[in-house]
């Protein structure tokens, strides 16, 4: 499975943008980056996902690099209510195989915006 | 439109009981998998569900049960509870673009 490192944390400044990178060097050709979040104790968030080409939604951008191996979820003015935990995930196939997929999470970044 | 459901959201078990994890989506999605969380770590994967009818094994199966008689359900089943089950468990249901939605949690405590 392609496995991802995040930093553990990280801090920004309320208003500013957040730019939260992740290594997925393992990847394969056909496998997407999913970023989540999770607030507190809440469940999962979805942002943003993205197979090669750069990415962008209401919430935040995806840049992928041209070989693949790394990613940067970019939140553009971060707020306070940003503070969370971010998993960069690799989208992998189900055990069973039968076109599904799953996703394996890590201990991802925790952002801390400070006011 | 709720989303998924899942309840309870707090429960507590003595050692050996059992009890279901209920898990409702009311978006026609055909995916679905469990999830628990312990303090500190990620999520892992208990059970998933690719259809109605068809279950399998993701990292963590051990000690729980699943069935999808239906494609809006999707209940965990705790066989015979343990301490090391004390967990937050998550709930998600995946649409066709590939988003995953989830629920709000279970906490449970297994004493």
């Known amino acids: 499975d392609a496995k991802t490192t995040q930093p553990p944390s990280m801090d920004c400044a309320e208003g500013r943008a957040a730019n939260l990178p992740c290594n997925h060097s393992?990847?394969?050709?056909?496998?997407?980056v999913y970023w989540y979040r999770q607030i507190h104790s809440q469940g999962p968030q979805y942002i943003i996902h993205?197979?090669?080409n750069n990415e962008t939604n209401e919430m935040a951008s995806l840049i992928i690099t041209e070989d693949r191996k790394s990613s940067t979820l970019i939140l553009p003015h971060a707020t306070l209510r940003d503070t969370a935990v971010y998993y960069c995930?690799?989208?992998?196939?189900?055990?069973?195989?039968?076109?599904?997929?799953?996703?394996?999470f890590g201990k991802g970044t925790k952002l801390s915006v400070i006011p | 439109n709720a989303g998924v459901t899942q309840t309870p959201k707090f429960q507590v078990l003595k050692t050996g009981q059992s009890m279901t994890l209920q898990c409702a989506q009311d978006m026609n999605h055909e995916y679905m998998s469990w999830y628990r969380q312990d303090p500190g770590m990620g999520l892992r994967l208990i059970h998933y569900?690719?259809?109605?009818?068809?279950?399998d094994q993701g990292e963590v199966p051990n000690g729980y049960n699943v069935s999808r008689s239906t494609t809006e359900d999707f209940p965990l089943r705790l066989l015979s509870a343990a301490p090391s089950q004390t967990s937050v468990y998550f709930c998600?249901?995946?649409?066709?673009?590939?988003?995953?939605?989830f629920g709000s949690g279970t906490r449970l405590t297994v004493v």
């Open positions: 569900s690719v259809g109605a009818g068809i279950t």
């Open positions: 998600a249901s995946e649409n066709r673009a590939g988003g995953y939605t």
């Open positions: 993205g197979l090669k």
């Open positions: 995930i690799v989208r992998v196939p189900a055990y069973s195989g039968a076109g599904s997929y799953q996703l394996t």
């Open positions: 393992t990847i394969s050709g056909n496998e997407y």
